[in-house]
């Protein structure tokens, strides 16, 4: 064996309310199993674990990094337990404790279960609140429903690699959450000229204006790193509905509203006005090849 | 004297309890303890966005639960006279992309639970590979999210049809995954082509293969597994679809199925809360899921096995691993059936106008899943679901128990928990 050979991090995932997304999400990353191998998993809800979960609520174990997915129930029982005692115990002596999902960081869906109960971690939506504040340090959090397999296994990756991650002020990773989800999105063209798409499937058209796509006003790198390796919501002429801001899931998610023919809110950090100038013009402008279709398979060869 | 299991590494939770008799299971109430109080969530919400929440309900067939709302929509929308024509290129993709998930369900379900549970009753060592699971359900969803954006949580089935509108390229794309998934299957599973496999006809045609497959087959017999866990042998399909017809089996005769006798009750759980309800056809209980659907469109090896075997805990577990290479071969189909100058969405009317009821019924990877909603201009008064799960493994009493406490009847208690999970548990779904 060889000298100074450290032992791998304890790793622990553990869940409240939750639907499994982030658990089946997580299985779609493409280095799995050489990201497993840097850890010692000690329960996963759905691979295989060193312990079982009864012997995860007997609390005599401990971890090093604990990922929670699901929104927080302080009412809540994991079999005959109680889920916040679950959670005091591993989070005393873990190093690190990752929120996976929208439920974990703010409450998200979830939270809808008991909106009066039920938060994240250390947010209840934006504002400071929650079982693990007196950790808040130990946080971070990875929002979105689900997460990204990809932003699971950067923050893993990183914490193998004892890498400091840098958060926002909503304890996300900031190489993950700092550019928006209309970056890289392929409809880009249509929201520049401010061309919104006639009707829902269509490959023409941006989605924002009329068809409640929330993506410039988003953080997130999913037109960056494609889902599943190969699309993203928009590109498939879905709106993005914000899913890993702290207001998901907001409501009318398929339609925007609207101030004089442009959307009541306006791409982040660009002020009201200039926005409405520029759109007006932008409008005036009636380029031709961004009205047709980009391809018509019916046409007479 | 009634003692607890907790049943992890399914999805979800639940906890069986069991009450032994000479070290056999006398009974045995199953409990699913997690609430989430879905249909509350949606009541007040705007319809539409029925289509972003339901998805949620669960990880594993979210996209099912997005079917089954765009349908139970577009059947409101029929019922308020304005009916929706889709066209033919948006139910095939929809189609396609549920098969997917269909298939990304039965790999994970048999290289993470279902095999590594057997390994646990049996000394056979190569079949410690769970991580195929997960390998050949990236694969799958990646030929899904072509069309659908992402796995999980899609939400681009709407009312008129889909989001997207693929090129030839993303047609291409799809099928060469497709292509990659039948490669995995034949070199990985089966051991041999999928052809081969798809023409089988008697169970003992797997004795010439050396392979997962195989291998499963052989300890399935070796313990006894095609002469226990027997249900009640009634089985239903309800959803429409172009792989399986909705139909009322009784033993292997098929009858027509009528909305009005499905029917919920509470669940006899006298142990633990439970939130499950359990469903009913008629007053009874039915098996739901691949046996089922596969019995259905009469497949010669689906038939052979179960005239040897029933409805034993073989027949249910064979059929669920088979019905991987029928759904490969018919995602083919149903994508070199797409017209590529079809609309993708077809214009409808402003979901504010619409006041009417609708139901949505889709066969999910665990059988029939059944959303129901009522619409007031636009809005959601009531939303109600009824999961593949609540069909299989609900809880009844002594008496009259549900098909999976049936099939733990009379097992050892390791027999009793391995059969249980041969159903493909889904506690999260169930607990809505």
């Given at each position: 064996?060889?000298?100074?050979?450290?032992?791998?991090?304890?790793?622990?995932?553990?869940?409240?309310?939750?639907?499994?997304?982030?658990?089946?999400?997580?299985?779609?990353?493409?280095?799995?199993?050489?990201?497993?191998?840097?850890?010692?998993?000690?329960?996963?809800?759905?691979?295989?674990?060193?312990?079982?979960?009864?012997?995860?609520?007997?609390?005599?174990?401990?971890?090093?990094?604990?990922?929670?997915?699901?929104?927080?129930?302080?009412?809540?029982?994991?079999?005959?337990?109680?889920?916040?005692?679950?959670l005091e115990h591993y989070s005393q002596k873990t190093r690190l404790i990752i929120s996976v999902g929208s439920c974990a960081s703010f409450g998200g869906v979830?939270?809808?279960?008991?909106?009066?109960?039920?938060?994240?971690?250390?947010?209840?939506?934006?504002?400071?609140?929650?079982?693990?504040?007196?950790?808040?340090?130990?946080?971070?959090?990875?929002?979105?429903?689900?997460?990204?397999?990809?932003?699971?296994?950067?923050?893993?990756?990183?914490?193998?690699?004892?890498?400091?991650?840098?958060?926002?002020?909503?304890?996300?990773?900031?190489?993950?959450?700092?550019?928006?989800?209309?970056?890289?999105?392929?409809?880009?063209?249509?929201?520049?000229?401010?061309?919104?798409?006639?009707?829902?499937?269509?490959?023409?058209?941006?989605?924002?204006?009329?068809?409640?796509?929330?993506?410039?006003?988003?953080?997130?790198?999913?037109?960056?790193?494609?889902?599943?390796?190969?699309?993203?919501?928009?590109?498939?002429?879905?709106?993005?509905?914000?899913?890993?801001?702290?207001?998901?899931?907001?409501?009318?998610?398929?339609?925007?509203?609207?101030?004089?023919?442009?959307?009541?809110?306006?791409?982040?950090?660009?002020?009201?006005?200039?926005?409405?100038?520029?759109?007006?013009?932008?409008?005036?402008?009636?380029?031709?090849?961004?009205?047709?279709?980009?391809?018509?398979?019916?046409?007479?060869? | 004297?009634?003692?607890?299991?907790?049943?992890?590494?399914i999805e979800g939770e639940a906890s069986i309890h069991f009450d032994m008799k000479d070290e056999k299971v006398d009974f045995a109430t199953v409990c699913f303890?997690?609430?989430?109080?879905?249909?509350?969530?949606?009541?007040?919400?705007?319809?539409?966005?029925?289509?972003?929440?339901?998805?949620?309900?669960?990880?594993?067939?979210?996209?099912?639960?997005?079917?089954?709302?765009?349908?139970?929509?577009?059947?409101?929308?029929?019922?308020?006279?304005?009916?929706?024509?889709?066209?033919?290129?948006?139910?095939?993709?929809?189609?396609?992309?549920?098969?997917?998930?269909?298939?990304?369900?039965?790999?994970?379900?048999?290289?993470?639970?279902?095999?590594?549970?057997?390994?646990?009753?049996?000394?056979?060592?190569?079949?410690?590979?769970?991580?195929?699971?997960?390998?050949?359900?990236?694969?799958?969803?990646?030929?899904?999210?072509?069309?659908?954006?992402?796995?999980?949580?899609?939400?681009?089935?709407?009312?008129?049809?889909?989001?997207?509108?693929?090129?030839?390229?993303?047609?291409?794309?799809?099928?060469?995954?497709?292509?990659?998934?039948?490669?995995?299957?034949?070199?990985?599973?089966?051991?041999?082509?999928?052809?081969?496999?798809?023409?089988?006809?008697?169970?003992?045609?797997?004795?010439?293969?050396?392979?997962?497959?195989?291998?499963?087959?052989?300890?399935?017999?070796?313990?006894?597994?095609?002469?226990?866990?027997?249900?009640?042998?009634?089985?239903?399909?309800?959803?429409?679809?172009?792989?399986?017809?909705?139909?009322?089996?009784?033993?292997?005769?098929?009858?027509?199925?009528?909305?009005?006798?499905?029917?919920?009750?509470?669940?006899?759980?006298?142990?633990?809360?439970?939130?499950?309800?359990?469903?009913?056809?008629?007053?009874?209980?039915?098996?739901?899921?691949?046996?089922?659907?596969?019995?259905?469109?009469?497949?010669?090896?689906?038939?052979?096995?179960?005239?040897?075997?029933?409805?034993?805990?073989?027949?249910?577990i064979m059929a669920r691993v088979f019905e991987i290479p029928y759904l490969l071969k018919h995602s083919l189909k149903l994508l070199n059936e797409i017209q590529?100058?079809?609309?993708?969405?077809?214009?409808?009317?402003?979901?504010?106008?619409?006041?009417?009821?609708?139901?949505?019924?889709?066969?999910?990877?665990?059988?029939?899943?059944?959303?129901?909603?009522?619409?007031?201009?636009?809005?959601?008064?009531?939303?109600?679901?009824?999961?593949?799960?609540?069909?299989?493994?609900?809880?009844?009493?002594?008496?009259?128990?549900?098909?999976?406490?049936?099939?733990?009847?009379?097992?050892?208690?390791?027999?009793?928990?391995?059969?249980?999970?041969?159903?493909?548990?889904?506690?999260?779904?169930?607990?809505?």
């Open positions: 064996m060889p000298l100074n050979q450290e032992a791998k991090p304890k790793l622990l995932w553990i869940q409240g309310v939750t639907c499994n997304g982030n658990t089946h999400s997580f299985l779609n990353l493409p280095y799995l199993e050489s990201l497993l191998a840097k850890y010692e998993l000690l329960y996963h809800p759905i691979l295989p674990s060193k312990y079982t979960f009864r012997r995860i609520i007997e609390l005599a174990l401990e971890c090093d990094v604990l990922i929670f997915e699901g929104a927080f129930d302080p009412l809540m029982k994991r079999h005959d337990i109680l889920l916040k005692d679950v979830f939270k809808e279960s008991a909106p009066q109960r039920n938060s994240g971690l250390i947010f209840n939506e934006s504002d400071p609140y929650g079982p693990s504040l007196k950790q808040k340090r130990k946080v971070i959090n990875l929002s979105g429903c689900p997460i990204h397999p990809e932003w699971m296994g950067y923050t893993l990756s990183m914490i193998a690699q004892k890498r400091e991650i840098q958060l926002d002020e909503l304890h996300r990773p900031i190489e993950l959450y700092s550019s928006l989800a209309h970056h890289g999105c392929t409809r880009n063209e249509y929201f520049e000229w401010k061309v919104d798409t006639k009707n829902f499937g269509e490959k023409e058209g941006c989605l924002f204006y009329q068809h409640g796509c929330r993506a410039p006003m988003t953080h997130s790198s999913c037109n960056k790193i494609l889902w599943n390796d190969v699309s993203s919501k928009t590109r498939s002429g879905t709106p993005c509905f914000g899913c890993t801001e702290p207001d998901f899931p907001r409501s009318n998610l398929f339609s925007t509203q609207t101030n004089m023919s442009i959307p009541q809110d306006v791409p982040l950090g660009v002020s009201k006005r200039s926005y409405l100038t520029l759109a007006g013009i932008a409008k005036t402008f009636h380029i031709k090849r961004l009205e047709e279709k980009l391809i018509d398979y019916k046409r007479d060869n | 004297m009634i003692t607890k299991e907790i049943i992890d590494h303890p997690h609430f989430r109080g879905m249909e509350k969530i949606l009541q007040g919400k705007n319809a539409l966005d029925a289509l972003v929440i339901t998805p949620r309900v669960c990880g594993i067939c979210g996209h099912a639960h997005l079917m089954a709302t765009v349908r139970a929509i577009e059947d409101a929308y029929k019922n308020a006279g304005k009916a929706i024509q889709l066209s033919q290129k948006a139910q095939n993709i929809r189609e396609f992309t549920l098969v997917m998930e269909i298939i990304q369900n039965h790999f994970k379900w048999l290289y993470l639970t279902i095999i590594p549970e057997l390994a646990k009753l049996t000394s056979s060592t190569r079949l410690q590979t769970p991580l195929k699971g997960a390998f050949a359900s990236q694969i799958a969803t990646k030929a899904l999210a072509i069309f659908a954006g992402q796995w999980p949580h899609s939400s681009y089935m709407i009312p008129g049809g889909i989001t997207s509108d693929p090129t030839h390229m993303e047609l291409i794309k799809a099928k060469s995954f497709i292509e990659e998934l039948v490669t995995f299957f034949e070199k990985e599973t089966a051991g041999t082509s999928l052809e081969t496999v798809l023409a089988y006809e008697s169970c003992k045609d797997f004795n010439k293969l050396d392979s997962d497959i195989s291998e499963l087959e052989k300890n399935l017999i070796a313990l006894g597994m095609q002469k226990k866990g027997f249900a009640y042998d009634r089985f239903i399909n309800i959803g429409e679809h172009s792989f399986t017809n909705p139909s009322k089996l009784l033993q292997t005769k098929g009858h027509a199925v009528h909305l009005k006798y499905i029917d919920t009750e509470d669940s006899y759980s006298p142990e633990e809360k439970s939130y499950a309800k359990n469903a009913l056809y008629n007053n009874k209980y039915y098996e739901t899921g691949p046996l089922s659907r596969l019995m259905a469109q009469r497949i010669p090896l689906i038939k052979n096995i179960h005239r040897r075997f029933q409805d034993s805990a073989y027949s249910r590529i100058d079809e609309i993708s969405c077809a214009k409808v009317q402003d979901i504010s106008k619409i006041t009417a009821s609708g139901i949505g019924i889709v066969e999910a990877p665990r059988g029939p899943l059944i959303h129901k909603i009522e619409i007031e201009n636009g809005i959601i008064k009531e939303y109600k679901i009824i999961t593949p799960t609540q069909w299989n493994i609900g809880s009844g009493t002594k008496e009259k128990p549900m098909p999976a406490q049936k099939a733990m009847q009379t097992l050892s208690k390791e027999e009793a928990l391995f059969v249980f999970r041969g159903f493909d548990v889904c506690s999260v779904c169930t607990t809505h």
